[in-house]
């Protein structure tokens, strides 16, 4: 809990009229920097030291969630301006969407293969070699050709299904509007986060000042206990000095001179009482300027603690936000990702499909038959020749 400023007890304890050794530090500035030690602010934010104070728990444990882990600046290694946790959230996001468009390309290269491949195959299915080729093995060999226009077609098929199932889907996920709420959020944090480089600044200002009214209040005390020590003993000098002239004079000069001395000392009284009386003025008014010093801090500290606390609220609300987006990306990716692998099993599918005629034919590949028609076809005659008769 912070020291309070709210009562002049605070500033006016006896103790600050007490004398004090040079260097000697006020129960108050003691008491605040007791407690300063026990947290550090770093630009601007302010954090328990290690090992103070009630061990921190997570707002969500085991989750590594973005609300626990991104309140710190990130340190440059090149010397640069820090990161805040909230801007390297945010260039995960706009890496997200990057990495989102580098794969709808990657897929946009992967379906011009594809529809490079059909228009291949389609091409080569017309091939007028081995038109020639007779029999059972002809026929394979026309069906191998069919086959290839046909699987150019299951191609040009998955080339086509890819584009609008997962090209485009993983292209347009996201519109622009998305680098638009990403830059409001962005704007939103950082906002929060100059309102509190503004009361801190208050703070170290107020903080300041109230270090210089304490220190112009011990001034003045100790310049009151050095003219109460003066004073006591010049009259006791004086006292001293009375005394032994009043031995030496004779009664009528001696009662002369008690009047003279009274008058003396009355005068002499009364000057040193007006002199304590302004510096007594001057240690109240000094009393109440740090008292009001010390109001002012407390001021501060109230309005950078519930800035502090808002931009708190903000950031573990926001990272929430862009931690759910995050799961929707990877969601969106993986849905997409397995379509694909979906849409490539299939087209395996329908490519075995065409295939399954030219294996049949191949297996009905007869190499005896095949001569019988070739010979049925091409035969010259089945008389054999004899010998030559005399």
Not at 61 to 89: R, V
Not at 111 to 139: D, F, R, W
Not at 257 to 269: G, L, S, Y
Not at 308 to 334: A, N
Request: hydrophobic content about 30%.
């Amino acid at each position: 809990m912070e020291a309070s400023f709210d009562t002049e007890e605070s500033f006016d304890d006896p103790s600050y009229l007490a004398p004090q050794a040079p260097g000697a530090v006020s129960p108050a500035r003691r008491q605040i920097r007791e407690i300063k030690e026990t947290r550090i602010t770093v630009n601007c934010v302010t954090f328990p030291l290690p090992g103070e104070g009630p061990e921190q728990q997570l707002l969500k444990p085991n989750d590594w969630s973005y609300c626990d882990y991104f309140w710190a600046d990130k340190k440059d290694p090149q010397g640069g301006a820090c990161m805040p946790g909230f801007e390297i959230l945010l260039q995960k996001q706009l890496k997200g969407k990057q990495m989102q468009k580098e794969m709808s390309e990657f897929v946009h290269e992967r379906i011009k293969i594809e529809e490079e491949y059909a228009k291949n195959l389609s091409k080569l299915s017309l091939s007028p070699l081995a038109a020639q080729e007779e029999g059972t093995v002809g026929e394979a060999w026309i069906q191998l050709k069919k086959s290839l226009h046909d699987e150019a077609e299951v191609h040009l098929k998955f080339s086509n299904k890819l584009h609008s199932e997962v090209e485009k889907p993983m292209l347009t996920f996201r519109s622009d509007h998305f680098k638009k709420d990403l830059k409001k959020y962005d704007h939103h944090i950082a906002d929060l986060r100059k309102q509190l480089a503004s009361r801190y600044a208050g703070v170290e200002k107020a903080r300041k000042a109230l270090a210089d009214r304490q220190k112009d209040l011990e001034v003045k005390t100790q310049q009151l206990e050095v003219k109460l020590s003066n004073k006591t003993e010049e009259d006791i000098k004086k006292a001293r000095r009375k005394s032994t002239q009043a031995g030496q004079s004779h009664t009528h000069t001696q009662k002369h001179t008690n009047t003279h001395t009274h008058t003396h000392t009355h005068t002499h009284t009364h000057t040193h009482t007006h002199t304590h009386t302004h510096t007594h003025t001057h240690i109240k008014k000094a009393r109440r300027k740090s008292t009001q010093a010390g109001d002012d801090l407390m001021r501060s500290l109230d309005l950078y603690n519930q800035t502090q606390s808002k931009w708190f609220e903000e950031m573990v609300t926001t990272s929430m936000e862009l931690e759910k987006l995050e799961v929707d990306r990877i969601e969106w990716i993986q849905q997409h990702l397995r379509q694909y692998t979906t849409l490539r099993h299939e087209t395996d599918m329908f490519n075995q499909s065409t295939i399954e005629n030219v294996d049949q034919l191949l297996r009905a590949v007869d190499p005896a038959k095949d001569r019988d028609l070739w010979v049925k076809e091409h035969k010259t005659g089945d008389v054999r020749p004899i010998d030559l008769d005399i």
